[in-house]
């Protein structure tokens, strides 16, 4: 089973370019997630969506803005990167109704490099 | 708002050592409490889980009890391994939030032979 796939690994921006992270699962979870994973800070969510169609701000959406192309695809784009926005991204999702909807499942991350 | 607090690393231990990463939180209500676990290159991987007062969750050897009084979810190993050597992260889902969970910093654990 693939899980969450997560594409990039590894990305190098410049100061005002533009990329979009890609995730995909495969699961037929319902809800998916963006967090961004900095040292010493843990996990910050920034952006959510809770079903196909609907997508929501969570702790730190400033930068972001993000598409629930279908059930099984998250993404999250980066306009104009900046320095701020150097940090390791994961996507996440979580089960049906009912079905361990409290258990998150991780991709293995996207590190991206604001230079 | 709800926040999780925990004891910064990075913890180093010996093979066979006693284990226990402390977690505080502060949630309204009665949240469910999480640990998850990253292994290097790795996503987080739900270890643990309790849902009410009183509970204990376990996996793997690891044990964690949801203490209401105290507010806490720390984690315990009786006998650590070098696999065991990842961040371990402490976090909460309040009842109004959702499948939204918040994170502790993470904890660093490195196991020597």
């Known amino acids: 089973n693939a899980g969450v796939t997560q594409t990039p690994k590894f990305q190098v921006l410049k100061t005002g370019q533009s990329m979009t992270l890609q995730c995909a699962q495969d699961?037929?979870?319902?809800?998916m997630y963006w967090y961004r994973q900095d040292p010493g800070m843990g996990l910050r969510l920034i952006y959510y969506?809770?079903?196909?169609?609907?997508?929501d701000k969570g702790e730190v959406p400033n930068g972001y803005n993000v598409s629930r192309l279908n059930k099984r695809e998250f993404s999250l784009r980066l306009e104009s990167a900046a320095p701020s926005q150097t940090s390791v991204y994961f996507c996440?999702?979580?089960?049906?109704?009912?079905?361990?909807?409290?258990?998150?499942?991780f991709g293995s991350g996207t590190q991206l490099s604001v230079l | 708002g709800d926040s999780v607090t925990q004891m910064e690393g990075p913890v180093t231990l010996s093979e066979e050592a006693f284990l226990t990463i402390n977690c505080t939180y502060t949630?309204?209500?009665?949240?469910?409490l999480f640990w998850y676990v990253q292994y290097p290159g790795e996503g987080l991987q739900l270890l643990l889980k309790?849902?009410?007062?009183?509970d204990k969750g376990s996996n793997k050897g690891f044990e964690a009890t949801y203490r209401k009084e105290t507010t806490s979810f720390h984690l315990e190993k009786g006998s650590v391994q070098v696999s065991d050597s990842a961040v371990y992260f402490c976090?909460?889902?309040?009842?109004?939030?959702?499948?939204?969970?918040?994170f502790g910093g993470g904890t660093r654990l490195m196991v020597k032979p």
């Open positions: 699961m037929n979870h319902n809800s």
């Open positions: 996440a999702s979580s089960g049906r109704q009912g079905v361990d909807e409290e258990k998150l499942f």
């Open positions: 949630a309204t209500g009665y949240p469910s």
């Open positions: 976090a909460l889902r309040g009842r109004n939030a959702g499948n939204m969970l918040t």
């Open positions: 969506s809770a079903s196909e169609g609907t997508t």
């Open positions: 309790a849902t009410k007062a009183d």
